[in-house]
C-alpha cells in the first residue's frame, strides 16, 4: 500500500521561498505522478502542477507558472515542490497527491503541510 | 477553464436519509474525467468516485456517482454520522484540473 509523507509545517517571509517533500513508499518511483494540489479558504483546492518521478518532467499550472519548481529525488523516493515569491495569499495547506493513470482520479493523497506566510 | 459549481452549498440532514450533490461544469468534461472527494476536518481529502461513476477501493456502495457532459451527480444513501464532511468534484479531462467550491454535509 502506498504512503505519502510530507515535511512539517513552515513559516516564511513575504519574498521567501518555500520547499515542501513529499516521500513516497510502497510503491515503485516511476509507475504514477505526483501532483500538488494547495488548500485555502479563499479559493478553496487549487491545482498547481504535476511531475513525473520517472523522468522528472513537469507540467504547471498557469496562474503558478514561473514561481513554482517541482524536482525529485530517485535515491529517496521523495518528490519536491518549490513556491518562490511568497505572499500571504500564498499561506495555505499544500499536498502531494498521486496519480497512477489519470482516468483513475487521485487516489492517494499526503498529510497536507501548513504553510505561513507572515512578516 | 472548466469551472465547476457545486450546489447545494451545504445540506443538513438525518442518519438514514439520502443526500444528493451536484456538480455543473461550465464546458463539457470530456471522457467523463469527473471525481468526487471527500474530505473530513484536519484530512486529505478522499477519493471516493472516480471517471464519475466508478468507486474506488475500500469506498461503500452507499456513495454512487453519475450524468455525463456538463451534469454530475453524487448520491449518498442511508446516511451515517461518519459520513459528515465536505464533499468536492474535480475534473481533470482538460488543464489545468479544477475542483468545485464543495458542499458541506452536516447531520440533524
Known amino acids: 500500500q502506498v504512503h505519502l509523507v510530507q515535511s512539517g509545517p513552515e513559516v516564511k517571509k513575504p519574498g521567501a521561498s518555500v520547499r515542501i517533500a513529499c516521500k513516497i513508499s510502497?510503491?515503485?518511483?516511476?509507475?504514477?505522478?505526483i501532483h500538488w494540489v494547495r488548500q485555502t479558504p479563499r479559493q478553496g483546492l487549487e491545482w498547481m502542477g504535476v511531475?513525473?518521478?520517472?523522468?522528472?518532467?513537469?507540467n504547471n499550472a498557469q496562474n503558478f507558472r514561473g514561481r513554482v519548481t517541482m524536482t525529485r529525488d530517485t535515491s529517496t523516493n521523495t518528490v519536491y515542490m518549490e513556491l518562490s515569491s511568497l505572499t500571504d495569499e500564498d499561506t495555505a495547506i499544500y499536498f502531494c497527491s498521486r496519480v497512477v493513470t489519470i482516468s483513475k482520479g487521485f487516489d492517494s493523497w499526503g498529510q497536507g503541510t501548513l504553510v505561513t506566510v507572515s512578516s | 477553464d472548466i469551472v465547476l459549481t457545486q450546489s447545494p452549498g451545504a445540506l443538513s440532514l438525518s442518519p438514514g436519509e439520502g443526500a444528493t450533490l451536484s456538480c455543473r461544469a461550465n464546458q463539457t468534461v470530456s471522457s467523463n474525467y469527473l471525481a468526487w472527494y471527500q474530505q473530513k476536518p484536519g484530512q486529505a481529502p478522499r477519493l471516493l468516485i472516480y471517471t464519475t461513476s466508478n468507486r474506488a477501493t475500500g469506498i461503500p456502495d452507499r456513495f454512487s456517482g453519475s450524468g455525463s457532459g456538463t451534469d454530475f451527480t453524487l448520491t449518498i444513501t442511508r446516511l451515517e454520522p461518519e459520513d459528515v464532511a465536505v464533499y468536492y468534484c474535480?475534473?481533470?479531462?482538460?488543464?489545468?484540473?479544477?475542483f468545485g467550491q464543495g458542499t458541506r454535509l452536516d447531520m440533524k
Open positions: 511531475i513525473n518521478p520517472g523522468d522528472g518532467k513537469t
Open positions: 510502497g510503491n515503485t518511483f516511476s509507475n504514477f505522478y
Open positions: 474535480q475534473q481533470y479531462s482538460r488543464a489545468p484540473i479544477t
